[in-house]
């Protein structure tokens, strides 16, 4: 079993429409989650953060996590074009050493 | 808003040669790590670096890696006798002051091994 598991996409949506991104993870320590954009070429880009059970918005951002199903999430709402990139679930490993655990990431396209 | 700066943005190098990768992280982070990413994968842990000494570090991260602190502001990653597979972007990321707190990455440093 893979450590992050995303479907890596490509999820197409159309301009102003919900993206809804899927991270499953299988350390049962882990206790903070991140989420990160990467354009292609580029370093990842930190867009959301949760530690807590349920939901984080922030802006057109919601964040979800659900850590008795080792489940996050995140929704986009109104997708705009710019967001089209590859969204990284990135775990904060149990080992308290700050280690992030990096998913393959999903693929995003935002279609005008 | 702050940022980590990393230098140099591409390094082209013969197999078998020593590289450093430099970083600056943001100025009142404590933690300091190094990820490498490979062309078309995801994104690995290379190794954390808190209060002077490494913290954790991955398998990939053998003998002819090392990281160093030399002052208060670098952050450095050497690579002794690169192979080719070493060819990747090097991420510098820092965060702080808690461990928990999120990670803040540079810009990278693409290292292409000949």
């Known amino acids: 079993q893979k450590e992050v598991e995303q479907n890596s996409g490509p999820l197409s949506v159309p301009e102003g429409a919900i993206a809804s991104l899927n991270c499953t993870y299988s350390?049962?320590?882990?206790?903070?989650f991140f989420w990160y954009r990467q354009y292609s070429g580029k370093s990842p880009e930190l867009i959301m953060f949760?530690?807590?059970?349920g939901d984080k918005e922030d802006g057109r951002f919601t964040a979800q996590l659900n850590k008795a199903s080792q489940y996050v999430s995140l929704l986009i709402r109104d997708s705009q074009p710019s967001d089209s990139a590859t969204y990284l679930c990135?775990?904060?490993?149990?080992?308290?050493?700050?280690?992030?655990?990096f998913g393959q990431g999903t693929t995003l396209q935002v279609k005008p | 808003e702050p940022e980590v700066t990393q230098t140099p943005s591409h390094q082209v190098t013969q197999m078998g040669q020593e590289v450093i990768l430099r970083c600056v992280p943001i100025s009142n982070h404590l933690y300091f790590y190094w990820y490498r990413q490979i062309l078309g994968q995801k994104v690995e842990f290379l190794v954390s670096?808190?209060?002077?000494?490494?913290?954790?570090k991955s398998e990939i991260f053998d003998d002819q890696f090392s990281v160093e602190r030399p002052d208060g502001s670098n952050f450095t990653l050497k690579i002794r006798s690169t192979k080719l597979e070493d060819s990747a972007m090097y991420f510098c990321a820092s965060s702080g002051p808690g461990v928990d707190q999120p990670q803040h990455f540079g810009d990278g440093t693409r290292l292409s091994i000949l």
């Open positions: 990135a775990p904060k490993g149990s080992s308290n050493t700050g280690k992030l655990i």
């Open positions: 949760i530690y807590s059970n």
């Open positions: 670096f808190y209060n002077n000494e490494i913290s954790e």
């Open positions: 350390d049962r320590g882990s206790q903070s």
